[in-house]
């Protein structure tokens, strides 16, 4: 069933639930992020054997300095990080896919400021199609 979430007050939880509920896979691809509760649930799923992996952009302006530090903490949890090196200027997208059970799409980065004071969204799927599409695009870029 897909689910849309806009209230800036259930969009945390809602990532952080679909990020519990990876099993076996967690696959998480983001621009931005400086929600240490993303971090620790990346970190919580790598101590439940989870695989995680994680796709971020290699630019996005003014955080040079924090992706490098974004990309080192993620791997610090045990998480592998892969860093976008496409022909485009910057990675922009924002998605989750835990398992072959849920995803979410979303306009928001993973930071304090959107999951609390911006007009963002997140979209939850668990039509097969948007999941291996996603996975899909996942392992391409």
């Known amino acids: ?12 939880e809602a990532v952080l639930q679909l990020m519990r509920s990876a099993q076996d896979r967690l696959a998480l691809s983001m621009f931005r992020c400086d929600d240490l509760a993303v ?3 990346v970190a ?3 101590q439940r054997n989870v695989s995680v992996r994680v ?3 290699h630019r996005a302006r003014g955080w040079k300095r924090r992706l490098k530090e974004l990309g080192a903490l993620l791997e610090s949890t045990g998480a592998h990080v892969q860093r976008y090196t496409g022909p485009l200027m910057k ?8 398992d072959d059970g849920q995803a979410l799409v979303s306009s928001l980065n993973f930071t304090r400021k959107c999951f609390g004071s911006t007009c963002d ?21």
Do not use: C, N, Q
């Not at 069933?1 to 945390?12: C, E, G, N, S």
């Not at 997140?122 to 695009?137: A, E, R, T």
């Open 44 to 46: 919580a799923a790598v």
């Open 1 to 12: 069933m897909d689910r849309l979430v806009l209230a800036p007050a259930a969009r945390r």
């Open 121 to 141: 969204f997140l979209i939850f799927s668990d039509d097969p199609h948007v999941i291996s599409g996603l996975k899909v695009v996942f392992e391409h870029d």
């Open 39 to 41: 971090v620790d649930e």
């Open 91 to 98: 990675y922009h997208a924002k998605y989750v896919v835990a």
């Open 55 to 57: 796709l971020i952009t």
